[in-house]
């Protein structure tokens, strides 16, 4: 395969040549040669335009203490190649339309910085978890919101090779992750991934998380490799928020990715005073507990963590509540039909698909309590009207809740959507890109993509 050129474009300063994937055998020669004939999609050029909390605490300091790109003047960048990973992983509608396009808007400060002094940006990220290559997960929907972002586009195709890009032009690659050896972290990957720029900026706070050859291979091979705008933003604020929180301090803890954040609960556990559960998470807790969970999401090689952990939260007196009634529905769409049931009483054919009105009243008076809150993972499927009413609570109680001095921290792609969605996003203390990423900071971890980064 290939690199997929979805298309080029020249902006009055800028240019953006969209979706070139670093090829099989990755050059600047051969960026973008071959294209895939799947993902030749032309992009319409319309642009117009921390043992101890204390150890831990200095452990998540030292992440900040990075090289910035703002430490990077012209004389650093005029005329070089760098390598930009954001996490451009947004939410997309069935029409390949952005939902929320708050990660975009959030890249767009180190890349400004970037062009501005005359460097050529050669941008990437990922998009969902494609395996292979995957045309729905292309990057190419993003190039429009991109381009109106960056400004000033008046021009036509452009080139599409990395040595052809003039100074103060950016060249987004597609998804990286239709290489496996992303994930994978492959050493050769990463090599090919470097060879294409001069200098590497980690801007993609939401994916600091995961070791991959876009966020910490490529350091090895790119000097300097500093912290772009966003990554920074974030670590100083959340490092702070999260190491010495305001007490009490509750997580509440939803969505789908319940393996990969399951884990987080039993760190959680050492952090919180208070737990709330919600989304996808909660029908493992169900079944660990001997309940029918009908065709709810349920991750059966977790049952017994999830039985443990309900265990160590009793405990250690930490707060940890589930939520009594759900929300189902009789499948997974818009116009399923739906009923409000016990969490006991889930019948056969049924999925929970958001939290009931007793559990929205119950989390609203456990967070009356609280002076930090943070929240990752929303609390049912909130794409669809019908099943949206429990997260749409949860973002107006914690806004609610800000107006009053509590610190409210919402992370991750979906969950920031939400807030958004409700109008909300305004009235919190801090949106974060970052969900995954933020509850691993909070549980003291190192986050990879920040620790392969020059020290400043
Ligand atoms: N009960 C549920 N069953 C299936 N999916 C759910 C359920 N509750 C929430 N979700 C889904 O979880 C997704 C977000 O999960 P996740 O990626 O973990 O959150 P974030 O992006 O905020 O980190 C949403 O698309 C939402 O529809
Ligand atoms: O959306 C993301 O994480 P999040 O849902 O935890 O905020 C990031 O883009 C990381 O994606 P990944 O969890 O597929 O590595």
Known sequence: MASAAAATMTFRRASLAAACLPARSLGSASLCAGADRRLSIHVPLRCVSASSARRETRAAAATMAKKSVGDLAAADLEGKRVLVRADLNVPLDDRQNITDDTRVRAAIPSIKHLISNGAKVILCSHLGRPKGVTPKFSLAPLVPRLSELLDDVIGPEVEKLVSALPNGSVLLLENVRFYKEEEKNDLEFAKKLASLADLYVNDAFGTAHRAHASTEGVTKFLKPSVAGFLLQKELDYLVGAVSNPKRPFAAIVGGSKVSSKIGVIESLLAKCDILLLGGGMIFTFYKAQGLSVGTSLVEDDKLELAASLLAKAKEKGVSLLLPTDVVIADKFASDASSQVVPASAIPDGWMGLDIGPDSILAFSSALETTQTVIWNGPMGVFEFEKFAVGTE???????????KGVTTIIGGGDSVAAVEKVGVADAMSHISTGGGASLELLE?????????????
């Open 393 to 403: 609570a949860i973002a107006k109680k914690l806004a609610e809740l800000s107006g």
């Open 444 to 456: 003291g971890k190192e986050l990879p993509g920040v620790v392969a980064l020059d020290e400043a």
